[in-house]
């Protein structure tokens, strides 16, 4: 079992940054795939970044590609998004995902775990 805890979300303007931190508990010693949806009011959940185990391979919603990016830190078990020249439509809720897996992964019902969510507002 894995437990995911995201935080950093919050009210930014746009053109503002934010990085949203993942710190994963639990059966940390497994390799893990791991991932950044959202989730924006009245739509559904949708993919924005994923990273392998060793951080060789990343990708990106087209919608962010450019200005966010996805990184990890194995030994602190810690995923990162880093958030730059965001917009208004970049407003929703992040949630932070992962799977047991060495391969390259992107669609939701691939990924087992899953945080609890963290805000992020973006004012125009």
């Known amino acids: 079992q894995l437990q995911l805890v995201e935080s950093g979300g919050g009210l930014v303007q746009a053109g503002g940054s934010l990085q949203l931190s993942c710190q994963a508990s639990g059966q940390t010693s497994t390799h893990y795939a791991m991932a950044w949806f959202r989730q924006a009011p009245g739509k559904e959940r949708e993919f924005v970044a994923s990273?392998?185990?060793?951080?060789?391979?990343?990708y990106y919603a087209n919608s962010v590609k450019g200005r966010f990016t996805i990184s990890r830190d194995n030994h602190e078990n810690t995923l990162f998004l880093q958030m730059n020249s965001l917009k208004p439509e970049d407003t929703a809720v992040y949630y932070c995902?992962?799977?047991?897996?060495?391969?390259?992964?992107?669609?939701?019902?691939?990924?087992?775990?899953w945080g609890q969510g963290t805000q992020v507002t973006v004012s125009s």
């Open positions: 995902a992962a799977r047991p897996g060495l391969r390259d992964y992107t669609r939701q019902d691939e990924f087992d775990y």
């Open positions: 990273i392998n185990w060793i951080a060789s391979n990343t």
